[in-house]
């Protein structure tokens, strides 16, 4: 057993659960979004605005080595 993993998961968990309390709809969102399936060859854009209202948006097209990170992202079970 690493036990040095351990800690890094357990700060990992704190942070996310920092994270959610701040930011409350961002897992239901990522939640709805993944009820609906994401499929390779879907878009995914983000958008950023600073405070002095610069914006940047950048997108990904889903790709299978992505479909793989989420598979193993959601079975790390962070929120039991």
Avoid: C, Y
């Avoid at 920092?18 to 499929?39: L, Q, S, Y």
């Amino acid at each position: 057993m690493n036990f040095g993993n351990i800690g890094t998961m357990m700060k990992l968990q704190s942070a996310l659960k920092t994270f959610n309390a701040n930011h409350p709809r961002v897992m239901p969102f990522f939640k709805a979004v993944g009820a609906e399936g994401v499929k390779e060859g879907m878009i995914i854009e983000m958008t950023v605005r600073t405070p002095e209202g610069k914006s940047m948006t950048s997108n990904i097209k889903v790709q299978q080595s992505d479909l793989e990170l989420i598979e193993t992202l959601k079975n790390l079970n962070m929120n039991e």
